[in-house]
């Protein structure tokens, strides 16, 4: 068995993606990444399933930027249950709304609060009935297969004793993991709560950025005879921001390589105490 990771740092080459690889460094939402790929998935197939693709690209892309735009994306998951659940118990699935699962995972994930929060006021912002509750979907039991349907709950019942040992073995490693990342964490605190100013200091910046871009979107048609020069310096302005942004990303960067470095150590000997 590996070693558990203890710290691990995601990190995107903002050479090659731009900036919007330096923000998803800072607002990233990987909790969400296999609760929205139906939904994501869905919506590419809508704009890419045309008879004559290339033909209707640019209407697609009139639509999406016209101003009545309403843009009709996925705002709950469906979570189908195994053939073996729905058989034994008549229950198909559970459909949730994302807005509620967000508002979970901001409770008890404080890392990833602020990108999740602006993603649910933002996107799953509470417009649609979709955006509020979760149902269940029956299926009936009865048919012509109450035989094979009472073998399936007795064959499930006889993994109990196995399962229940899995669970305990997972639950005691994961505790042991847990001590092992609090204690690693108390050593290196100083070096965490900088990381934490400095990342909440580059979102503030982010948050600027952004800013001066949709001041400069919504603006610029008003500025006149001398729209060209002050679109030039509103860019100028917006080029420093996004330099600063990308200074403050790296010095982010070389502190998470330190204990990056000391944790890799510390999960080595770890893994060596108990493997070797």
């Given at each position: 068995?590996?070693?558990?990771?203890?710290?691990?740092?995601?990190?995107?080459?903002?050479?090659?993606?731009?900036?919007?690889?330096?923000?998803?460094?800072?607002?990233?939402?990987?909790?969400?990444?296999?609760?929205?790929?139906?939904?994501?998935?869905?919506?590419?197939?809508?704009?890419?399933?045309?008879?004559?693709?290339?033909?209707?690209?640019?209407?697609?892309?009139?639509?999406?930027?016209?101003?009545?735009?309403?843009?009709?994306?996925?705002?709950?998951?469906?979570?189908?249950f195994p053939p073996i659940v729905r058989?034994?118990?008549?229950?198909?699935?559970?459909?949730?709304?994302?807005?509620?699962?967000?508002?979970?995972?901001?409770?008890?994930?404080?890392?990833?609060?602020?990108?999740?929060?602006?993603?649910?006021?933002?996107?799953?912002?509470?417009?649609?009935?979709?955006?509020?509750?979760?149902?269940?979907?029956?299926?009936?039991?009865?048919?012509?297969?109450?035989?094979?349907?009472?073998?399936?709950?007795?064959?499930?019942?006889?993994?109990?004793?196995?399962?229940?040992?899995?669970?305990?073995?997972?639950?005691?490693?994961?505790?042991?993991?847990?001590?092992?990342?609090?204690?690693?964490?108390?050593?290196?605190?100083?070096?965490?709560?900088?990381?934490?100013?400095?990342?909440?200091?580059?979102?503030?910046?982010?948050?600027?950025f952004d800013l001066g871009w949709e001041?400069?979107?919504?603006?610029?048609?008003?500025?006149?005879?001398?729209?060209?020069?002050?679109?030039?310096?509103?860019?100028?302005?917006?080029?420093?921001?996004?330099?600063?942004?990308?200074?403050?990303?790296?010095?982010?960067?070389?502190?998470?390589?330190?204990?990056?470095?000391?944790?890799?150590?510390?999960?080595?000997?770890?893994?060596?105490?108990?493997?070797?």
């Amino acid at each position: 068995m590996a070693p558990p990771v203890m710290a691990y740092v995601r990190r995107k080459d903002d050479d090659a993606g731009g900036l919007s690889d330096l923000r998803s460094c800072v607002r990233d939402s990987d909790p969400l990444d296999g609760a929205l790929e139906k939904s994501v998935e869905a919506e590419l197939e809508s704009l890419l399933s045309t008879d004559d693709e290339a033909g209707h690209e640019a209407e697609n892309q009139d639509e999406y930027y016209d101003d009545d735009y309403d843009p009709d994306y996925e705002r709950s998951i469906w979570i189908e249950f195994p053939p073996i659940v729905r058989n034994i118990t008549g229950c198909a699935g559970i459909d949730m709304s994302i807005r509620d699962i967000l508002k979970y995972l901001i409770s008890t994930n404080s890392d990833d609060k602020h990108g999740l929060t602006e993603i649910m006021d933002d996107f799953y912002d509470g417009s649609s009935n979709d955006d509020y509750g979760w149902d269940t979907e029956s299926q009936s039991v009865f048919g012509d297969f109450f035989e094979e349907n009472a073998m399936a709950r007795v064959a499930h019942a006889s993994t109990k004793s196995l399962r229940d040992a899995n669970r305990e073995a997972i639950e005691a490693e994961r505790a042991e993991r847990s001590s092992t990342i609090s204690d690693f964490r108390a050593k290196y605190a100083a070096s965490y709560a900088e990381i934490k100013l400095k990342n909440a200091n580059r979102v503030s910046m982010c948050d600027e950025f952004d800013l001066g871009w949709e001041e400069l979107v919504v603006e610029r048609g008003t500025w006149g005879v001398d729209a060209d020069v002050k679109e030039a310096n509103a860019r100028q302005n917006l080029s420093a921001i996004y330099e600063k942004l990308r200074e403050a990303t790296h010095e982010i960067w070389a502190l998470e390589r330190e204990i990056n470095s000391a944790a890799a150590e510390r999960h080595k000997e770890v893994w060596e105490a108990k493997h070797i």
